[in-house]
Every structure is written in structure tokens, then in C-alpha cells.
């Protein structure tokens, strides 16, 4: 079969969660006879190491930005490099970057190609579903819509100042966005199948697209297949928080968290990068921050790890983060926020509203360390990519039946 994935906006090798599993679900079908190529945001055409070949897009339009523009002669290159190749399939992970023309065009190419939502870019420019305010806005809904991706913030020189300073632009409604979703629709309505990567997804996608056919897909994760290392000898219950610390994944929570608990015996620990202030708000709570780290450091943190916290304040659709502390073998304590509860639920973690702290801090509290490590040794793992290929495969053939 020969399979094009797309993963736009950046290069295929970013150490990024959608361009990891992009990477390694391609090399997957490749390393099983498939012809697979790769249509990334790079800037030149090549043969990777892992088997597939790359061609690079850039295009008119920045990614990243809320202005909701088209992009003729982009849309024009997309379509001869996609369809030019005469692929059996085409598999959309990542569209930012292209044209909003884009997306009514491809669908009336009549070739056949699937959408996985990694996250909500097709429901919202701002991707997260955070408003203007940093706010978890609920899902989509038109006016709302209109009101927050607004005609100052399709500027993108406005846009990209107001982030940097952290203020909001007044609110100018645009009907630019309705217009820009309208063609969304005629894309994802022309996709042989619809992907969520959790069942959240799905519930938010379908409020504004209730008639797509979805099938949700729980991605492979490598830790799947790791020997889980013993764990390091410690009096102390430890909680590990790791990725980016910032405001919409929960830096608050996790300070508050760490100031509430009261017993003495615990630790926590922070692994990863943090954004403006929360390194110094982290270490005056008595968490160790220990910095950057690399794939190859997961084996040294989890087995020094009891409880791994998990603390986003938005609709995070299937956090990889959570993937790896349950194969490592360490249970979870999150936010009931996203996809996070496809995977953590009261056989292997604890799971509380992103507005009520004091139940987590009341859990660590309670917890038993070495009942936690007990029920850490006996989880079972998630989906491996190798599954993942395998379910893949089926959802491309039924795909690919006639209609």
C-alpha cells in the first residue's frame, strides 16, 4: 500500500508528541513492505533513515498564527505534491500552514484519505480551545467562535505582540472563522474515516460535526514495549511532574498541590522546561526542578518516581506523558481534563476536576507509598505501536472499500 502521512508546521524529526508518533508509525508500516512517505513542514525532499521518504512544504502562510487566509498557489503545490504522487491513501495529522482554500479543494479531488485529530486545530485556530483569556472555552459554538478569534487577532503582528506580553486584543467579532470552519467541514466530511485520538475528542468533535463517521484511535506509544526498571530504594512517596510547566498544563495545580500536602514524607520532582515564572514559583513550593531531559533519561526517572502527576487545565486530547508513566509502571494522579480519562481511572491512579486541588492534595495525604508501588508493578501496559499499526491497517483497508 502506498501511504502518505502529513504532519505540517514542522520537520518530521521535532522531538514533538504528534511528530514522535507520526515518525514512528511510518517507520513502522515502512519496516512491513508499505510504501510510505512523509509530507512534513521541512524545507527539502529526502530519504530518512527510518525507512520512508520526506518532501518538505512550506508554504504562504505562517503556521501558528489566527489569521484566516488562502493561499491559491500553495493550495495549488499542496495538491500536485500530494496527489502527484497517486498515493492509495493519505493519512492528515497536522494541516497548519495551509490555506483555508485548501481544505474544499482536496476534498473534491476524489482521492481517498484519512483525519486523525491530535488536537483541535480543525475545531479551533487557537488549537487548544483556550479563549482569549486563557480560558478553557467548553467547544466551539459561533458566536463564541467569532468573538474570540476576532479581526484584531488575524493580524498576525498583533497577534504574535499581545502573546509576547501576555494581554489580551480588544474584542473585534470576525466572521472570518465561520467561514474557515465552514470549509473544515467539507474536508473532514470528505474523509473515508475520522480519527480521535480519545473519546473527549470525539464528544467535542461532534458537536460541531455530529455526522462524520469517527473511529476513535488510542495511539502507540513505545514505552509499550520497554523492560520496566526496579525501582530505587526511597523512605519517601515520590511525585514526578515532567514536559513543559506552564499555565494551561498546570503549573499552578502543581504548586498548589505541593504547598497543600502536609505529611513530611514525600518528594517532588520536576523534569522538563518551564515557561516565565514557574522554575522560581516550582523551587519556593520545595519542588526540585532538575531541568531538560531526554527520552533516554525515562528509565532513571521512573523507577525513581511512585506517582506521576499529570495537571492540564485544558482539553488536552491524549497526552503521551500519561502513556509512558502507566508502561513505565507508575501510577497517575490528573486531571480529569481531555483524553486523560481513556487511561487513568481508579484501578491504576486518581482522577479530580482541574477546580477542586484540595482532593488531590487530600489523596497524596492518604496514599500508601508502597501500595502505590505495589499496584505500579501489576499495571498493564497500553497500546504499542506495533497494535497501532495493526489497527491502522484495518481502518486503511476499510477505508479504501469501495463506496
Known sequence: MKIIHVVAGFSIDFPGGITNYVRTLAASQAGNGHDVIVLDGGESNRSHELG?????????????????????????????????????????????????????????????????????????????????????????ERKKCETCVGKLDQVDLLYKAA?????PLPRIPSKAVTARNAKVRSFLRGAEVVLPVSDRVR?????????????????????????????TDSPNLRLTFIGVLSEHKGADLLVKLAKGVTRKDVEFHFFGRAEGRW????????????????????????????????????????PQVVMEFINYGVPVLATRMGGIPDFVSGDNGFLFDASAISDAIAYVDAAETEALRSVGRSLPRLTSPGEHQEHMLRVYERALLPA
Open 52 to 140: 520512508f521518504s520526506v518532501l518538505g512544504y512550506s508554504g504562504n502562510i505562517r503556521p501558528f498564527v489566527l489569521s484566516c487566509k488562502e493561499d491559491r498557489e500553495g493550495t495549488s503545490q499542496l495538491k500536485e505534491m500530494l496527489l502527484g504522487e497517486f498515493p492509495d491513501l493519505i493519512h492528515f495529522h497536522l494541516t497548519v500552514g495551509f490555506g483555508e482554500d485548501f481544505y474544499e479543494d482536496f476534498a473534491a479531488a476524489g482521492q481517498k484519505y484519512v483525519v486523525s485529530m491530535h488536537d483541535y486545530y480543525l475545531l479551533c485556530p487557537r488549537i487548544t480551545m483556550m479563549n482569549w483569556e486563557g480560558k478553557n472555552c467548553g467547544g466551539p
Open 163 to 167: 502573546r509576547r506580553v501576555h494581554l
Open 203 to 231: 464528544q467535542l468533535s461532534a458537536g460541531p460535526y455530529p455526522e462524520l463517521d469517527y473511529e476513535v484511535a488510542h495511539i502507540g506509544n513505545v514505552s509499550a514495549s520497554v523492560d520496566r526498571p526496579q525501582k
Open 279 to 318: 522554575a522560581v514559583a516550582a523551587e519556593k513550593a520545595g519542588i526540585i526542578v532538575h531541568g531538560s531531559y531526554t527520552p533516554a533519561d525515562l528509565p532513571r526517572i521512573m523507577a525513581s518516581t511512585d506517582l506521576g502527576v499529570v495537571l492540564p487545565i485544558w482539553e488536552d486530547n491524549g
